[in-house]
T-cell receptor
């Protein structure tokens, strides 16, 4: 009964390819996020959607395109993959009206670009 | 610049020992501060949340403290277990928004 689920968990691909990572949450939250965790384990925000509307778009190359078909889903599509895109990508969700605003994370998707 | 800094960067202790992790922040205005535990290969999971008015909060063997005046928080782990080996991340939330500022994390290794 996973709260935030991401697929795939592992992804190995060649430079120049296009790939997608999918995320779904069953917590009824209204806000979803994509974070990138580099080799030093630092979590960096990439995008955030609130009720399907983009609210945070950090300085991410436009090769990365998020899509939120509904508030329970947030997908990440990456075009023309580069070596530097290798990282673990985490999806998270929260309820913006919650007093505490706890972030709930998925298990991560490890992307390796060869 | 709003930042969250953690120390030490990494820590190795023997099973059964206690340890304390530090988090200093400059985020203002401040809403709350969370400590997350991230096991290897897993997503971060919240351990505890501290709001402006709280000084101490416990969750089992984990005790978090907050000094809002000096903008410092600590996470104390008592009687460490092998399963405590993980990264511990301090996350501060801006007041009035849901922007989260992440610390750089402390990697804890507990040895038998």
């Amino acid at each position: 009964d996973t709260a935030v689920s991401q697929t795939p968990k592992y992804l190995v691909t060649q430079m120049g390819n296009d790939k997608s990572i999918k995320c779904e949450q069953n917590l009824g939250h209204d806000t979803m996020y994509w974070y990138k965790q580099d080799s030093k384990k630092f979590l960096k925000i990439m995008f955030s959607y609130n009720n399907k509307e983009l609210i945070i778009n950090e300085t991410v190359p436009n090769r990365f395109s998020p899509k939120s078909p509904d508030k329970a889903h947030l997908n990440l599509h990456i075009n023309s993959l580069e070596l530097g895109d290798s990282a673990v990508y985490f999806c998270a969700s929260s309820q913006r009206t919650s007093v505490t605003g706890e972030l709930f994370f998925g298990e991560g998707s490890r992307l390796t670009v060869l | 610049k709003n930042q969250v800094e953690q120390s030490p960067q990494s820590l190795i202790i023997l099973e059964g020992k206690n340890c304390t992790l530090q988090c200093n922040y400059t985020v203002s205005p401040f809403s709350n501060l969370r400590w997350y535990k991230q096991d290897t290969g897993r997503g971060p999971v919240s351990l505890t949340i501290m709001t402006f008015s709280e000084n101490t909060k416990s969750n089992g063997r984990y005790t978090a403290t907050l000094d809002a005046d000096t903008k410092q928080s600590s996470l104390h782990i008592t009687a460490s277990q092998l399963s405590d080996s993980a990264s511990y991340i301090c996350v501060v939330t801006y007041s009035g928004t849901y922007k989260y500022i992440f610390g750089t994390g402390t990697r804890l290794k507990v040895l038998a």
